[in-house]
């Protein structure tokens, strides 16, 4: 009997909470100090006060929190900048429900699910009764969207394409293109899909600005199918977000990124995979063995750093199961085949697949080499123990020219 009360308690203090935050007058995170704040503070005191409650996923722990008995999932400092360190600087409240509906399944994704507009747009009007207008209020159409784009395309085809035609693009003009044929089919699925567009709900962004901290509530077009019996919906890792952040936070941001670019050293730049060195037995007239490593997956680890990677120089160490150096092979150098990007914005992550060989031939009976006596000490430690091998990246050569090196 003491337990079913004990659980009967903690039920109504859930229904409780929910309640008070659901009927609030206000938004409870209008008077929070953005970017003074503790982000561990403010995220202890939510869960305590019953604002939040915690979900515990494979690879994280996720904020749960309540709009008039929506559940919403909350991200405190989205990017990764100070996760989990000093101050709250940004929070994304993500609508989304929780699972992932697909043609042929659904599975759980906490907060990354489909949503009904009907129950966004619910939200909204929440956030207009607590804030009022917008400051900003932007919409755009399908149509106004594809006509703005084809804005860009026409003003930056222009700008690359040179002062006088030829005498081939001349003849161009001249020529008659054929409009595309469709079959019936076709074209009443044209006209199906451009009626869908005409009528389709616009996407919003909506902006206010407070004395502490700027409010973004940003959706993007829905879409209507046999899913949820034709009613709009927006699609899975499309769920409109609201978004809370300090002021000048762009500026503060560029400036932890700024800071953490200065003190970066190539290691902390450039990532790879290293394979298990190989010994191998050869027939040369100077040679009998040779040492071969292979480096893969080539790529940036930083997010700070603007500039983009051409070439770094490293050095390839063989350890002992201890971490002693058995061996310091130096100075080779890695040519990119393709620049690695910078990853600052956020926006390009390119690597190189590619695996690149790197060998060296060496006489094993050579005892004046301290090259060849290295590795045969390495070869002959790896008969009956495990080896440890890496790259000690020491220089950088970035694409604007400038040299980044080991301090």
């Given amino acids: 009997m003491v ?63 309540n709009i008039d008995g929506n559940p919403l999932v909350v991200y405190t400092n989205p990017s990764y900048y100070y996760k989990g360190k000093g101050a709250l600087r940004a929070m994304t409240v993500s609508t989304g429900e929780d699972s992932v509906f697909t043609k042929y399944s659904k599975y759980k994704k906490v907060g990354r699910g489909q949503v009904l507009k009907e129950k966004v747009d ?63 089919e076709e074209l009443r699925e044209q006209k199906k899909k451009a009626y869908e567009d005409s009528i389709r709900p616009p996407r919003r962004r909506a902006v206010w600005i407070r004395d502490n901290f700027t409010l973004v509530f940003n959706s993007e077009f829905p879409k209507r199918d046999s899913l949820f019996n034709g009613e709009y919906y927006y699609d899975s890792y499309e769920a409109p977000t609201i978004r809370y952040e300090m002021k000048d936070y762009d500026s503060r941001i560029n400036w932890i990124k700024d800071s953490i670019a200065n003190s970066l050293t190539p290691n902390d730049v450039v990532g790879f995979d290293v394979n298990k060195g190989k010994w ?55 040519k990119c085949e393709k620049k690695l990007w910078s990853r600052r914005e956020e926006s390009m992550y390119i690597q190189d697949m ?54």
């Fill in 354 to 407: 590619s695996g690149w060989n790197y060998s060296i031939s060496y006489n094993s009976r050579n005892y004046n080499d301290p090259l060849a006596m290295g590795l045969e000490k390495a070869r002959k430690y790896s008969l009956q123990n495990d080896l440890k091998f890496s790259l000690d990246i020491t220089s950088i050569s970035y694409s604007d020219g400038t040299v980044l090196k080991s301090k």
């Fill in 3 to 65: 337990n079913k009360s004990k659980t009967m308690k903690n039920i109504l203090f859930t229904i409780s909470s929910i309640f008070l935050i659901s009927c609030n007058s206000e938004d409870p995170f209008e008077k929070v100090k953005f970017g003074f704040e503790k982000e561990k503070t403010f995220v202890h005191e939510g869960i305590k006060n019953g604002r939040f409650s915690l979900l515990t996923t494979d690879k994280d722990s996720l904020l749960r929190y």
């Fill in 280 to 334: 191998a037995s050869i027939t040369d007239y100077f040679y009998d063995s040779k040492f071969q490593i292979t480096i893969s997956n080539i790529h940036r680890k930083d997010k700070e750093e603007k500039r983009h990677v051409k070439a770094f120089r490293f050095d390839i160490v063989i350890k002992d199961d201890f971490d002693e150096e058995i061996i310091r092979i130096e100075d080779y150098t890695h």
């Fill in 122 to 184: 619910n939200i909204y009007e929440t956030y207009l009764d607590w804030y009022g207008e917008p400051d900003s209020l932007t919409e755009e159409t399908v149509k106004e969207k594809a006509e703005r784009k084809a804005k860009e395309m026409e003003a930056l085809m222009s700008k690359s394409s040179p002062k006088s035609k030829s005498s081939s693009e001349d003849d161009l003009d001249d020529f008659v293109f054929d409009d595309p044929v469709y079959t019936d």
